[in-house]
T-cell receptor
Framework: AQSVTQPDIHITVSEGASLELRCNYSYGATPYLFWYVQSPGQGLQLLLKYFSGDTLVQGIKGFEAEFKRSQSSFNLRKPSVHWSDAAEYFCAVGADEGGATNKLIFGTGTLLAVQP | DTGVSQDPRHKITKRGQNVTFRCDPISEHNRLYWYRQTLGQGPEFLTYFQNEAQLEKSRLLSDRFSAERPKGSFSTLEIQRTEQGDSAMYLC????????????FGQGTRLTVV
């Protein structure tokens, strides 16, 4: 069965420091991978997605992620964190049922705190 | 394009009461999804529509839950005889075509069962 693991429940970084959020997935075929961000009490906003092609994908707000098939990972990175990046981040894999991908499987999320 | 709209944003209900939530997807999106998110967890898939057809339901969707999308536009999610364990954020998402585009999420309906 498809699954997503985000090993870090909570991360604190200083403003201006670099950030890496980890994501590992379990999936039998080529996955469709996503990172979403959620501010308190809000819905989810897509940061970036990977479907195929270049394994380094660029997203909004200066985020990027790298797909590594050999490690079953899709880690999210940002070179310099801003205070407004404080939020919860979810990694997700697009689940394929009978050839028709139609739902997302989410990890449990990583809560990011940014220190001044 | 006004985004995915959900109503109400918050709902407090007494245990045993029925509640209904509404989702208006982005216009012309033919796929619509419902997810449930509890505190400290990621969203969990509940059900999925393509146009008016409900194509998949999660085992999380007990008999007390029912979802409809009667004309392939807006959708409703009803919970009958609510229980405290139903307290969660209910998220709706829509997408025009899979897999080459993302699902757009609404801001959710926060349900509290007291």
């Amino acid at each position: 069965a498809q699954s997503v693991t985000q090993p870090d429940i909570h991360i604190t970084v200083s403003e201006g420091a670099s950030l890496e959020l980890r994501c590992n997935y379990s999936y039998g075929a080529t996955p469709y991978l996503f990172w979403y961000v959620q501010s308190p009490g809000q819905g989810l906003q897509l940061l970036l997605k990977y479907f195929s092609g270049d394994t380094l994908v660029q997203g909004i707000k200066g985020f990027e992620a790298e797909f590594k098939r050999s490690q079953s990972s899709f880690n999210l990175r940002k070179p310099s964190v801003h205070w407004s990046d404080a939020a919860e981040y979810f990694c997700a894999v697009g689940a394929d049922e009978g050839g028709a991908t139609n739902k997302l499987i989410f990890g449990t999320g990583t809560l990011l705190a940014v220190q001044p | 394009d006004t985004g995915v709209s959900q109503d109400p944003r918050h709902k407090i209900t007494k245990r045993g009461q029925n509640v209904t939530f509404r989702c208006d997807p982005i216009s012309e999106h033919n796929r619509l999804y419902w997810y449930r998110q509890t505190l400290g967890q990621g969203p969990e898939f509940l059900t999925y529509f393509q146009n008016e057809a409900q194509l998949e339901k999660s085992r999380l969707l007990s008999d007390r839950f029912s979802a409809e999308r009667p004309k392939g536009s807006f959708s409703t999610l009803e919970i009958q005889r609510t229980e405290q364990g139903d307290s969660a954020m209910y998220l709706c998402a829509s997408s025009p075509r899979w897999p080459n585009t993302e699902a757009f999420f609404g801001q959710g309906t926060r349900l509290t069962v007291v």
